[in-house]
Each structure stands twice: as structure tokens, then as C-alpha cells.
């Protein structure tokens, strides 16, 4: 018993020189003041030392219920932002009620809970531990003079573990000792939000003080590192958004610009459709005109006819006689000659107008031949622009997969808020890649359509070749049968005229031998002369008349051919206006495709400026990352060395303990 007692004894010798100790180094570090403001009610004067203000067992006193009430009403509320409880000496039942207002309140972003003695019950300081690691939404909190030892600076390092959102924790004139520092510098390993933590009054060795501040230090570069990086890659986001958003209007620009050159070819299409369908009504025209005039050559033909019939009568009558019969017969071969003239004259007309008609055909392929330049300089064209349009996409995809890549590996150095950006963005390259996969196919339908167009007019060319080429098939053929008709004409007329002379030459014989008997009727046959006279002055006359109508008709001709040439050169005009403006759209097409090497050669030089303003961020985190590495490796020294200092002490206390039991 003796030696128990005084065993006793002399611990609680050592504890009052500890204490005695603290209070001296406490005062050595910072004075505290005299007094502390006690409930909002009441006004109570506060001991002048810590361990002055630590109560006995024996003199606790239960907190005001009020304080438990507000507390509790506290928990639903989400306006307070700030609460200030210093001094009002809350002890268990209000640590607990703060430990469920922790859990369940989440608008509080400051709590003050200066001298209410929360260290003193360890079970309800540890269930205000729990409530603080499992809040999120508090940022500051002040427990000075709560008397907290190393149990409570255990729990409260186990609660700041598990918190993420505390930035400034106030622990000043407390118990905390060395073990209660060493619980709370270990902590610090895993939290990173912590940026300011007070720990001056609670027998803290310099040391790990000081390591704590490294810590804080630490935290602070930290934080500033991650919110300068956040910034860069909000920055960065919103200019690759604003790319993207250019790129898009680049690409509808595009589309406008080859919209309107499709407009355009579709206009020049149905331009040289209806030009083509003019020339084939002015073929038409000429073809009837060229019915018409063989319908005339078969017209005269059958008077010519007429009248050759009426000679042969006529010299069948004036066979009797011999002076008359030589003077029609001069007569008949004049008018033979005369015919065969103006056969041969219309025989070169007929020729001419055929050259002319040839010429007119000629110049007609080649308007068709320009017309199958135009479309096949038309189509490299759209073929020139399919390239580009390929070029662009291939560029834009390539440019989407380093933009990717670039994020997903900044992705992996951030944490998750950067995760939820990096998800968007991805969401919104699926969404343009849909809205190019959408604008390529429209694309590849417009073009088709192009070809449909191409391939409907090159059909519409040939067939109008095809009538051309069957057109004047039929006219060749038409001359060629002309010219057999005249050739058989003529033979025939020469075996008439013939005959005639056979004819003539026995009627003579017939004559001399019947002279004669002709001398009597030598009478009847004048009167029936100056009567057949008459009859060939009617039949010169009308001769005399279809000549005219001739002479007017070859003028109405020669009026229809002038036309003709005069609404040729009309066309030819129109066609040169078409030249000149398509010589206009190819300079426009120029123009545009020299924007466009100019926008993309501007485009290319932004993204390489963006890439060196990527590539120097990169490098600024590899060396800020280099630093956070060197700084971690430092404090595991300093940590290791402090664990090394420590376990010798204890070893020697142990020990020093172990010989004086002995």
C-alpha cells in the first residue's frame, strides 16, 4: 500500500509539473486573453489559463437546453451560413447535437466553438468526429480552448481523412502534446484541402510543427496548381468550342458556295436545253422549207411536163408544113436548152442550199461539241470539289483524333471534375462527327443527282445527234433520188426528142411523096396555121408567167435563207454570252478556292500555335509535378527521421520507466 501511494504520488507530481510546464510554454508563445465571452444571455468570466478553464468531473454542468434545440432545428435549415457558439459550454449532449448537425446539414460554411470544453468527454468528441468527416460542405472551423489531448486529436485526424471540403482549422490552446501532432501531420498525408491549420499552445515540438506548415504550403501550391489547371482547360475548351464552331461555319459556307455553283450549272443546263431545242425547231423549219422547195421542183416538173405535151401536139399539127416544122423544131431545141439551163441552175441552188445546210450542221456539232467541253470541264469541277470536300473531312477527322488524344491524356493527370468536361466533349465530337457524316451524305446525294442530271443531257445530246445524223441521211437520200428522177427525165426527154426526129424524117418522106395532095389543102392549112399561132402566143404567155412565179418564189427563198443566217448569228451571240458567263463563274470558282487555302493555311497556323501553348503548359506541369514529387520525397524523410527520433525517445523512456520500477 505504502508503495502504491506513493508511487501515486509521484505521478501526480509529474503531471502538475507538466502542466506547470505547458501553462509556461504557453504563455512563452502566445498571451491569451484574460477573459471569453460567455452565452449570448449570460456573461461568465473565464479563467486566465487552459488548465484553470479545464472543470473537474465533479463540477460538469449540464448545457442549456436551448442550445440543444437550435441545434437540432438547425439541422433542416439552408440559409445559415455562418454559426458562432463560443462559450457556451456545450460539452457531450452538444457535441453530439453538433455531430448530427454535421451529417445532415449542408449550408454551414463557418462554425466557431470557442471555450465549450468539447475535449474533455472523449465519446462525445469522438461523435462530433464523425459527424465532421462525414460533411462535405464546411469550410472553417474554430475549437480553441476546447481542451483537446491526443484521443481527440486522434479522432479529429481520423475525421479530416475522410472530409474533403475543411479548409481552415483553428486548434489553438489545447492539450494536443506530441502524439496528438504526430496523428495530425499523418492525416495530412491524404487530405489535400486543408490550407490553414493553427496548432500554437498545445505542446507541439517545433519539428512537427513545422512540417505541418510544409504541409500547408504544400496543400496551398496545390490547390493553386489545380485551379490554374482548371482554368487552362476551361480556356482550352472554350477555344477548341470556338474552332469547332468556326469549322462548322467554314463547312456551311462550303455547302452554300457549292449549292450555288450547282444552281447555276442546273441554270446553264436548261439554257443549252432550250437552245438546243430552238436549234432542232429551226432544223425543222429548214426541213420543211426543204419539202416545200421539192414540192415546187415536183410542181414545175409536172408543168414542164404539161407544156412538153402540148409541143408534141403542136408539131404533130405543123408536121404539114416544112418551113414551119424546122422553125419549131429551132424553137423546141432553144426551149430544151433553156430548160436544161435553169434545171442546171436549180441543180446548183438545190447544191448550194445543201452546202449551206451541211455548214449550218457543222456549226451546229460543234456548238454540241462545246456544249460536251463545257460539261466535261463542268464535271472536273465537281470532281475537283468532291477532292476537296474529302481533303476537308479527312483534315477534320485527323484533327478530332489529336484533340482527343490530347484531352484523354490530360484526362488521366486530372481528377474527376476534369473527367465530366472530358465526357462533354466527347459527346460533342459525336455530335459533329454525326452532323459531317449527315452533311457528307447530302453531299454524295447532291451529287448524284449532278450525275443523274449530267447523264439525262449527254442522253438528250445524243438523241439529238442521232436525229441530226438521220436528218441529213434522209436528205442525201432525198437528192440522190432528185438526181436519178432529172437523170431518168432527161434520158427520156432525149429518146422523145428522138423519136420526135424518126418521126419527123418519115413524115418528110410521107410529105415529098404526098406534096401533091397537100397543095390542094394548102388553104385549110393557113387559116389552121394563124389559128395555131394564137394558141402558141397564150402558151408563151403562160410560159412568160410561171417564170415570174419562179423569179418571186426564188426571192421569198432567198428572203427565208437571209432569216435564217440573221437568226444563226442571233443564236451565236447568245451562245458567246453564255461563253463569257461561264468564264465569269470559273473566275468566282478561283476566287473561293483561293479563300479556302487561305482559311485553311490560317486554320493550320492556329491549331500550331495552340499546340505550343499546350506543349508549354505540359512542360509547367511536368515540372510543377516534379516538385510536388521532390517535396513528397523530403516530408517521407522527414517523417522517417521524425519516426526514428520518436521511437528512441520512447525506446528511452521505456526504459527509464523500466529501472525506476525496478
Not at 493553427?198 to 510543427?209: C, F, K, Q, R, T
Not at 450542221?361 to 470539289?385: S, T
Not at 484533340?403 to 490530360?410: F, P, W
Request: with cysteine; charged share 30%.
Amino acid at each position: 500500500m505504502s508503495l502504491l501511494l506513493h508511487h501515486v504520488s509521484r505521478n501526480l507530481e509529474a503531471v502538475r509539473k507538466e502542466k506547470s510546464g505547458g501553462f509556461s510554454r504557453f504563455q512563452r508563445q502566445e498571451v491569451p486573453p484574460s477573459t471569453a465571452p460567455g452565452p449570448q444571455m449570460k456573461v461568465t468570466k473565464q479563467p486566465h489559463s487552459p488548465a484553470e478553464a479545464a472543470p473537474s468531473p465533479r463540477a460538469r454542468c449540464p448545457p442549456s437546453p436551448g442550445v440543444k434545440l437550435l441545434l437540432h432545428g438547425l439541422c433542416s435549415n439552408s440559409t445559415v451560413k455562418s454559426l458562432d457558439l463560443k462559450g457556451n459550454n456545450l460539452r457531450t449532449t452538444g457535441a453530439e447535437a453538433l455531430g448530427k448537425l454535421l451529417r445532415q446539414n449542408k449550408s454551414i460554411r463557418s462554425l466557431i466553438l470557442e471555450w465549450n470544453s468539447l475535449g474533455v468527454w472523449e465519446e462525445g468528441f469522438s461523435f462530433f468526429c464523425q459527424g465532421l468527416g462525414a460533411n462535405n460542405f464546411l469550410q472553417r472551423l474554430d475549437l480553441r480552448n476546447n481542451q483537446i489531448n491526443h484521443h481527440g486529436a486522434g479522432e479529429l485526424a481520423m475525421a479530416l481523412k475522410r472530409n474533403a471540403s475543411l479548409q481552415e482549422l483553428d486548434l489553438r490552446w489545447n492539450n494536443i502534446g506530441l502524439l496528438g501532432g504526430r496523428a495530425l501531420l499523418n492525416c495530412l498525408q491524404s487530405n489535400k484541402t486543408l490550407k490553414k491549420l493553427e496548432l500554437a499552445g498545445n505542446n507541439v515540438p517545433s519539428d512537427i510543427l513545422k512540417a505541418v506548415e510544409q504541409a500547408m504550403d504544400h496543400n496551398r501550391d496545390r490547390q493553386t496548381i489545380l485551379s490554374e489547371t482548371q482554368n487552362r482547360t476551361s480556356v482550352l475548351s472554350k477555344e477548341i468550342l470556338n474552332l469547332k464552331d468556326e469549322k462548322t461555319k467554314q463547312f456551311l459556307d462550303l455547302m452554300d458556295t457549292i449549292d450555288k455553283q450547282r444552281e447555276e450549272i442546273a441554270r446553264s443546263g436548261r439554257i443549252s436545253a432550250g437552245r438546243v431545242s430552238q436549234l432542232q425547231e429551226a432544223l425543222n423549219e429548214q426541213h420543211s422549207i426543204m419539202n416545200s422547195l421539192k414540192a415546187k421542183l415536183q410542181m414545175t416538173e409536172a408543168a414542164l411536163a404539161l407544156s412538153e405535151q402540148k409541143v408534141h401536139n403542136l408539131g404533130e399539127l405543123l408536121s404539114a408544113t416544112k418551113q414551119e416544122q424546122a422553125s419549131m423544131a429551132e424553137r423546141h431545141f432553144a426551149e430544151l436548152q433553156q430548160q436544161k439551163q435553169e434545171g442546171a441552175d436549180r441543180e446548183g441552188k438545190l447544191f448550194r442550199d445543201l452546202s449551206a445546210s451541211n455548214e449550218k450542221n457543222l456549226f451546229l456539232r460543234n456548238q454540241v461539241d462545246e456544249l460536251e467541253k463545257k460539261c466535261k470541264v463542268q464535271q472536273d469541277q465537281i470532281f475537283q470539289l468532291k477532292q476537296d470536300l474529302t481533303n476537308t473531312t479527312a483534315e477534320l477527322k485527323l484533327r478530332a483524333v489529336q484533340a482527343e488524344e490530347r484531352l484523354e491524356m490530360e484526362k488521366r493527370r486530372f481528377k474527376q471534375s476534369l473527367e465530366d468536361m472530358e465526357s462533354l466533349r466527347l459527346k460533342e465530337v459525336d455530335h459533329l462527327t454525326q452532323h459531317m457524316e449527315a452533311s457528307e451524305r447530302s453531299m454524295q446525294d447532291r451529287v448524284q443527282r449532278l450525275e443523274a442530271i449530267r447523264i439525262a443531257l449527254e442522253e438528250e445530246l445524243s438523241q439529238v445527234k442521232a436525229a441530226a445524223l438521220t436528218e441529213r441521211g434522209h436528205a442525201e437520200e432525198e437528192l440522190i433520188k432528185v438526181r436519178n428522177q432529172a437523170r431518168l427525165e432527161e434520158q427520156q426527154r432525149v429518146e422523145h426528142l428522138e423519136e420526135k426526129l424518126r418521126l419527123m424524117t418519115e413524115a418528110r418522106d410521107e410529105a415529098q411523096n404526098c406534096c401533091l395532095k397537100q397543095k390542094q389543102m394548102v388553104g385549110e392549112a393557113q387559116v389552121k396555121a394563124n389559128q395555131l399561132n394564137l394558141h402558141a402566143d397564150g402558151l408563151r404567155r403562160r410560159i412568160e408567167e410561171l417564170q415570174q412565179d419562179l423569179n418571186s418564189k426564188e426571192q421569198e427563198k432567198v428572203t427565208e435563207v437571209n432569216k435564217v443566217k440573221v437568226e444563226l448569228q442571233e443564236q451565236i451571240g447568245h451562245l458567246q454570252a453564255e461563253r463569257t458567263a461561264q468564264e465569269g463563274l470559273r473566275e468566282k470558282i478561283a476566287a473561293l478556292e483561293r479563300q479556302l487555302k487561305v482559311l485553311s493555311s490560317n486554320h493550320r497556323e492556329a491549331l500550331l500555335d495552340k499546340e505550343g501553348e499546350i506543349s508549354m503548359l505540359m512542360e509547367k506541369l511536368r515540372m510543377k509535378e516534379a516538385d510536388i514529387s521532390r517535396m513528397k520525397e523530403e516530408e517521407a524523410q522527414r517523417a522517417s527521421i521524425l519516426q526514428n527520433a520518436i521511437m528512441a525517445y520512447v525506446q528511452g523512456s521505456s526504459l527509464g520507466t523500466h529501472s525506476l520500477r525496478k
